[in-house]
């Protein structure tokens, strides 16, 4: 079973990714540093992958920063 990454802050697993025109995704991240999104229809394409925004605090950075 693979773990995901948290939120260094507040230890949730879902956070958001968004690109230039405001679309939001959300995603886990797993134990690999694989972005996943969380609805397996939605699509990362064109999406801004070096910052993840957590749902649960105010938390950003990159997929490296996570626990
Ligand atoms: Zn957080």
């Known amino acids: 079973m ?3 990454k948290l939120c260094p802050q ?3 697993r879902r956070f958001q990714v968004k690109n230039d025109e ?3 995704v959300v995603v886990t991240v ?3 540093y ?3 999104p969380v609805h ?3 699509s990362l394409e064109g ?3 070096s910052v993840l925004y957590c749902l649960g605090c105010s938390w950003k950075g990159s997929v490296k920063s996570l626990i």
């Open 47 to 49: 999406m801004d992958l």
């Open 34 to 36: 694989e972005i996943i």
């Open 40 to 42: 397996e229809n939605e």
């Open 10 to 12: 507040c230890k949730i």
């Open 30 to 32: 797993n134990e690999n």
């Open 2 to 4: 693979s773990r995901n």
């Open 22 to 24: 405001g679309r939001c």
